[in-house]
């Protein structure tokens, strides 16, 4: 019996050094000294044999079993720092090498996107993109733009006054700007006419709710000359909705009341969701409600008041005329697009903006 200890030890010892992967070296212990293993049987086969030779054979057996272990340990050590090694050489990363998934390439945010889009129409028209400044003063935001000293839009629940707090109603009080007018009269007092413009940017007003924010963004439009007409105000305007809508849309005008213009109008483009208010499954439009007409900005001719305060710069309002528009740049990207709440255009919610 302790002859055949000996020779398995042999054999399992020849074996471990064999081992040429882990996988085999566990291979080769499940052979010696697993479950049903000859050395492991011979240990509980022991106390069968006769008293004298129990003692011999069992400390026999013990002392293969612990030198068999310590082999595979040792072993094992040594072929898992090889492969480790190995593993390292194979999979060595090159920090040159693109990322895999390759990193998701940056894209305009929405309202970046549906201003430029804008812009490329109107200079297409020919006209020429203007800025100003967002704090302005209370003359160039109302008073210029023949705002009455009773306008709704001059109290503090609708307009950001700039602290220490001053008179309202004093022309230099300064304000954050409640849309991109005030540009009409700083571009009139520093160009004489001809004057074709739009001025994009940021205007402030106090509301917040699906469909306003206090901060949006906004495209004024004017054009003056010295035969400008109403007809002139709608052929642009229809030449944007196409452009931007679609080129089966028309437009309509509404007669409407805008403090700088006279006269004005809301501008409604034909809806492009139905035919008619009624979508293809028969149901009444949700975007246009039915109408078959859909809001988009406000417009008109200059008021010749407007004109008076740049007489001196050559806008005798006797002499030439002109036409605005203003439209919020949210509006028209939720319109084209199907944003159902403004705020959304805001959160930074990934899963919205990567949609565009």
Known sequence: MIERIAEIEREAAEAIAAAATT???????????????????LLRGVAELPPEQRAATGKAANQARQGLDMAIERRGGELAAAELDQRLVQDRLDVTLPGDPLPAIGRLHLITSTRREIEDVFIGLGFNVAEGPEVETVYYN?????HALTHPSRLLTDTFYLKPAQDIFDPETALLRVHTSPMQIRAMERQPPPIYLIVPGRVYRLDSDATH??????IEGLAVDDDITLADLRGTLLTFARAIFGEQREVRMRPHFFPFTEPSVEVDVSCFNCVQGVTADGQRCPLCKGTAWIE????GMVDPNVFEH?????????????FAFGMGIERIAMLKHGVPDLRLLYDNDIRLLEQF
């Open 23 to 41: 996988q085999s070296l566990e291979d080769v212990r499940i052979r010696y000294l697993g479950r049903k293993a000859e050395l492991p049987n």
């Open 142 to 146: 109302f008073d210029a733009l023949n």
């Open 213 to 218: 924010t206090p901060q949006f963004h906004q």
């Open 296 to 299: 988009i900005l406000g417009a």
């Open 310 to 322: 740049v007489r001196e710069h050559g806008y005798d309002p006797e002499q030439v005329q002109g």
